[in-house]
């Protein structure tokens, strides 16, 4: 059985820092892009950042861009994403994705952030 389990949400003041984790079991990431998407209320899901299987490459939205970074773990079976100087905007639901183009695709269940202003 596939589980990818994000854990690192809370509560936290704008400006202020999180990082999220994200385990996989039954699956390993390193046949696999990894990505980490949100989902707003009342909006639809979004991207957020990916990294390659290797970790040599990234890329992340415009919107986090220069203040989140996404890395990984491979020996660890671990995703990361370092999440600086957050919004309230920035308030969501945040996703682990698993992703081999054409193949399979996984989605862990989420870890809510919120930033209060």
């Known amino acids: 059985q596939v589980r990818l389990v994000e854990s690192g949400g809370g509560l936290v003041q704008a400006r202020e820092s999180l990082r999220l984790s994200c385990a996989a079991s039954g699956i390993s990431i390193s046949n696999y892009a990894m990505a980490w998407f949100r989902q707003a209320p009342g909006k639809e899901r979004e991207f957020v950042a990916a990294v390659s299987w290797s970790g040599d490459r990234t890329v992340e939205a415009d919107a986090v861009k220069g203040r989140f970074t996404i890395s990984r773990d491979n020996d660890k079976n671990t995703v990361f994403l370092q999440m600086n100087l957050l919004k309230p905007e920035d308030t969501a639901v945040y996703f682990c994705?698993?992703?081999?183009?054409?193949?399979?695709?996984?989605w862990g269940q989420g870890t809510q952030v919120t930033v209060s202003s």
């Open positions: 994705n698993a992703d081999q183009p054409g193949n399979h695709n996984y």
